[in-house]
């Protein structure tokens, strides 16, 4: 009962927030952060206990899902050279410097252990990305690039984080196997995004109730998420790769679908992104 309630007051809160954070123009996701960590302190303040193993799973589909609906495929065919330089070449080089400033500051530190830390602070978050990018009325498309590239360097850190973990489980080392093991688990994931994203659509085409269509469109990232970890393919890129591939899809007369899931989508975000930020600082 004191998780939920916990959870529901920090729903509550996150609405507050966005109201406040209009009013003194500072990002939501910045200003809930500070909210949580100062109501942190308070000695009645009980701690916010969620499974590490649920974190990824229950907050990053629908978030990343909510972010990639901003993108599309047109960004790719324009920008795929600065895409893959900073969504993979940069990801790379920004653990490795990381971990080996880790690793000459604290030597009792094993390499995979470094080059795991290097790992989780080395991708930026996208959704971070388009909530202080609206404040400061950056241009638009350097946004949705910047978006664009945050929804794949996700999936390169959590290859490298992955296979230091078991490295350091195993006593290996972490060497060049990083490269194909995420070319094969992007080749996989994009596969199972554009089934899954061909799924929904004929789901829609069969089911006539608006409100079930866009409930689609929630179940479908955490299936194809959880679906593609089972196989051992990137969830992230799954995720994207449905989202976009479902934008591809849209035809000009569902234009009210479209403006309803919109709607539900934004409410949904706000909620998650509120909910991510302040369990975080409350655990």
């Known amino acids: 009962m004191e998780f939920f309630l916990l959870t529901v007051a920090l729903l509550f809160v996150t609405v507050l927030v966005v109201g406040v954070s209009e009013r003194i123009g500072l990002p939501y996701p910045i200003l809930m952060l500070l909210t949580a960590l100062v109501a942190g302190f308070l000695p009645f303040m009980p701690t916010l206990h969620i499974d590490p193993e649920l974190i990824l799973p229950l907050f990053l589909p629908p978030l990343l899902f909510a972010t990639a609906q ?26 490795g410097a990381v971990a080996a400033t880790v690793w000459a500051f604290v030597p009792l530190l ?22 202080i990018a609206t404040k400061v009325k950056m241009p638009r498309r350097l946004t949705s690039l910047l978006e664009t590239e945050g929804l794949f360097n996700d999936a390169m850190a959590i290859v490298i984080f992955q296979l230091a973990v078991n490295a350091t489980i195993n ?32 789901m829609n085409r069969f089911v006539p109730n608006l409100v079930a269509r866009c409930a689609a469109t929630l179940v479908a990232p ?34 009210r679908e479209r403006l309803t899931r919109t709607a539900f ?13 302040g369990s975080w600082a409350l655990r």
């Open 70 to 95: 901003r993108s599309s495929w047109s960004v790719f065919r324009l920008r795929w050279r600065t895409l893959i330089r900073m969504a993979v070449l940069l990801i790379v080089v920004t653990a």
């Open 222 to 255: 955490y299936a194809v998420y959880l679906l593609a970890e089972e196989v051992h393919a990137s969830g992230v890129i799954a995720v994207v790769i449905t989202a976009l591939e479902l934008g591809r899809r849209a035809r000009p007369q569902d234009s």
């Open 171 to 202: 006593r290996t080392d972490v060497g060049l196997e990083i490269i194909p093991q995420f070319v094969l688990g992007a080749a996989a994931a994009t596969i199972l995004g554009i089934a899954m994203a061909w799924l929904v659509g004929a």
């Open 110 to 131: 094993s390499l995979p252990l470094a080059i795991a830390l290097g790992a989780i602070v080395a991708p930026p978050d996208p959704v971070s990305v388009d909530a």
């Open 265 to 277: 989508w934004e409410v949904l975000e706000m909620l998650a992104t509120g909910l991510a930020f």
